[in-house]
């Protein structure tokens, strides 16, 4: 197993910024394809952005696309969200999942516990 535990969630005014951490304990973290996705008052849980074990490829959903970045330290284990130019709409709780690689299809087989964002008008 992986234990995945999110961090640097908070208020933060619209059109400011936020970072957020997923650090990962277990297997390696090489292993994995990582992802955040977030659920957002009174919705499902929406697939955010995901980034590939080398750090080479990256997906976005189209409503944060320019305005967030995901990215890795393979060495710290963990996965990074940095959400700038932040919308009232972007208010969630933030999660990371964890694919691991070596299956025969793709799936997110961990979850981390969540971390709250809430951007205030």
């Known amino acids: 197993q992986v234990q995945l535990v999110e961090s640097g969630g908070g208020l933060v005014q619209a059109g400011g910024s936020l970072r957020l951490s997923c650090t990962a304990s277990g297997r390696s973290f090489s292993d994995y394809i990582m992802g955040w996705f977030r659920r957002a008052p009174g919705k499902e849980r929406e697939f955010v952005a995901s980034?590939?074990?080398?750090?080479?490829?990256?997906k976005y959903a189209d409503s944060v696309k320019g305005r967030f970045t995901i990215s890795r330290d393979n060495a710290q284990n963990t996965v990074y969200l940095q959400m700038n130019s932040l919308k009232p709409e972007d208010t969630a709780v933030y999660y990371c999942?964890?694919?691991?690689?070596?299956?025969?299809?793709?799936?997110?087989?961990?979850w981390g516990q969540g971390t709250q964002v809430t951007v205030s008008s």
């Open positions: 999942a964890a694919d691991y690689f070596l299956k025969w299809t793709r799936s997110w087989d961990y």
């Open positions: 980034i590939n074990r080398s750090a080479g490829i990256t």
